[in-house]
Nanobody
């Protein structure tokens, strides 16, 4: 069974940092583009960042560019999202997803084959 396990969420004060992990079982994550999405309270789910299959090319949405970094550890079959300088507007449930979208479709949820269960990130003082 193919599963993605998202973890690492929690509560942090503004300006703090968290590292999210997305670990695959039954699937080799380096063979796929892995994206992180988030859903803030009362809002639609939005794409945050992606790392392309087979390598380390990365893409970021404008709200988080320069603060977040996505990376892979192929030996651990895990993709990370390092989140620095967190803001209250970063609060939400963060999901990882695997697929093979073209670059122009990275934010299209229909291009992804499977999703992790989500991990809650809360940024508040």
């Amino acid at each position: 069974e193919v599963q993605l396990q998202a973890s690492g969420g929690g509560w942090v004060q503004p300006g703090g940092a968290l590292r999210l992990s997305c670990t695959g079982s039954g699937v080799t994550l380096r063979d796929y583009t892995i994206s992180w999405f988030r859903q803030s309270p009362g809002q639609a789910r939005e794409w945050v960042a992606a790392i392309r299959q087979g390598g380390s090319v990365t893409y970021y949405s404008d709200p988080i560019r320069g603060r977040f970094a996505i990376s892979r550890d192929n030996a651990k079959n895990t993709v990370y999202l390092q989140m620095n300088n967190l803001k209250p507007e970063d609060t939400g449930i963060y999901y990882c997803a695997r697929g093979r979208p073209i670059v122009s479709a990275l934010s299209n949820e229909e291009m992804y084959y499977s999703w992790g269960q989500g991990t809650q990130v809360t940024v508040s003082s």
